[in-house]
């Protein structure tokens, strides 16, 4: 069964970097998309960034455009997630997901219903 672990969530000050990981456990078995979520206290969860590990295109969400940038490794099946210029306001539980549907191409971006695996999600808070 394909699992998902994340790494890489801690604390950091306003204005710094982190940087996310998250490694397919059947290496070989690469996912059609992969996409980082995030929750905050008291919010829904919502999607962050997601690449289609095919063509390498990825979406943000217009609040992280050009600070958050998503990458995948196929050598090692691990999509990352560097976060640059953090704010207090992306302090949040992030998720990573993976999707072995063509659904995550097709239909809606960020719709959840396409990711049928998540990771157990990794905390990044940031203080202003």
Not at 40 to 48: H, I, L, Q, S
Not at 50 to 77: C, L, M, P, Q, W
């Amino acid at each position: 069964q394909v699992q998902l672990v994340e790494s890489g969530g801690g604390s950091v000050q306003a204005g710094g970097s982190l940087r996310l990981s998250c490694v397919v456990s059947v290496r070989t078995y690469i996912p059609s998309c992969m996409g980082w979520f995030r929750q905050a206290p008291g919010n829904g969860r919502e999607g962050v960034a997601i690449i289609y590990t095919e063509s390498e295109r990825t979406s943000y969400a217009d609040s992280v455009k050009g600070r958050f940038t998503i990458s995948h490794d196929s050598a090692t099946n691990t999509a990352y997630l560097q976060m640059n210029s953090l704010r207090a306001e992306d302090t949040a539980m992030y998720y990573c997901a993976a999707s072995y549907s063509d659904y995550c191409i097709t239909g809606p971006a960020f719709s959840e219903m396409a990711f049928n695996i998540w990771g157990q999600g990794t905390l990044v808070t940031v203080s202003s």
